[in-house]
């Protein structure tokens, strides 16, 4: 294939153009990023995370994942418009950000080659195969919202992280020194910020918060995207619908990162998981937006 290389935003790029991305941004840029993987998928796929900091002591850091679910193209594509934009101005930056663009790179090799419609990651089962990734977190994980039937959509996998993609990430976790605020997995589609908890209509003490940090998101996605694009804020399992097992909940209950929220990116269901292309760039100026407001947020 191609040796690395920058990317462009005009159309949704495959998984091998993405990771040429992240190396050519680490070999280009080294003084302020690095790639590694945090390990390898169902089919052996590195996980490639970009880490972008520009060595002050003490930073904060963010955590940003993309693509947990494979057809959900915005939320990657919108994931690398944000790399591009700290790389580019990581000269002011005083946060470090530790960024996982595609969590299930079979599911989304999947949606290239075979079934567009794709939502689980890879793993063979004997009726059906995938495990829903974001059914796979270990807090609370086999209650609301998941399946016990590997042919369900929502299918939780066989025990917590027993899915190679939240144990690498769950790992990776565990031996990271950094000083995490914020914790943000992007998806489409709806439009909503989504705090926790999302196992049931119950929520965290602090969720003043994460509301008050949610709104200012809202509002200025609606000024940076360019179509005044209105995003709804609020507790996953009362706004949307309750679902055990999430990346969110794991990160504020286990790990203790205050700030975590489910971003569901553009549309509202015209286009849904099919958003054309030409929406990729004010979609990704609102998942720009959220992450700035967040970044403040975490400094105050
Ligand atoms: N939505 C999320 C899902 O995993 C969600 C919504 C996240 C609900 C976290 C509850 C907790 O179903 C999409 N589009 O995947
Ligand atoms: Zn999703």
Request: proline share 5%; hydrophobic share 35%; net charge neutral.
């Amino acid at each position: 294939g191609r040796k690395g290389h920058r990317m462009e935003w005009t159309s949704y790029h495959e998984l091998n153009d993405i990771y040429g991305y992240l190396d050519y941004l680490a070999n280009t840029y080294p003084d302020v990023c690095s790639v590694q993987s945090i390990g390898n998928s169902i089919e052996g796929q590195p996980l490639k995370v970009l880490r972008i900091s520009n060595g002050r002591t003490n930073a904060p850091a963010i955590w940003i994942d993309g693509g947990i679910h494979a057809r959900e193209w915005i939320s990657p594509a919108a994931v690398t418009y944000i790399i591009d934009y700290l790389v580019e101005n990581s000269d002011v930056l005083q946060t470090d950000y530790y960024i996982l663009p595609v969590a299930n790179p079979d599911g989304y090799r999947y949606t290239f080659k075979y079934d567009r419609l794709w939502r689980k990651n890879r793993r063979k089962g004997t009726l059906c195969s995938g495990v829903d990734l974001n059914r796979n977190f270990g807090y609370r994980w086999g209650g609301q919202g998941t399946s016990s039937n590997m042919c369900y959509e929502t299918y939780r996998g066989s025990k917590a992280f027993s899915e190679p993609e939240t144990n690498a990430i769950r790992n990776f976790f565990e031996n990271s020194l950094a000083n995490y605020k914020a914790y943000i997995s992007f998806h489409s589609y709806g439009q909503y910020i989504l705090y926790p908890w999302g196992y049931d209509q119950r929520l965290p003490p602090d969720y003043r918060d994460l509301d008050a940090v949610g709104l200012e998101a809202a509002e200025y996605m609606k000024y940076e995207g360019g179509d005044n694009t209105k995003y709804i804020v609020g507790n996953s399992a009362i706004t949307l619908y309750p679902a055990a097992g999430g990346s969110d909940d794991w990160a504020k209950a286990l790990l203790k990162i205050k700030y975590a929220y489910t971003i569901e990116l553009r549309d509202t269901g015209k286009y849904g998981f099919l958003l054309p292309p030409q929406y990729i760039i004010p979609t990704a100026k609102e998942a720009l937006a959220a992450i700035k407001v967040i970044t403040s947020a975490i400094r105050k």
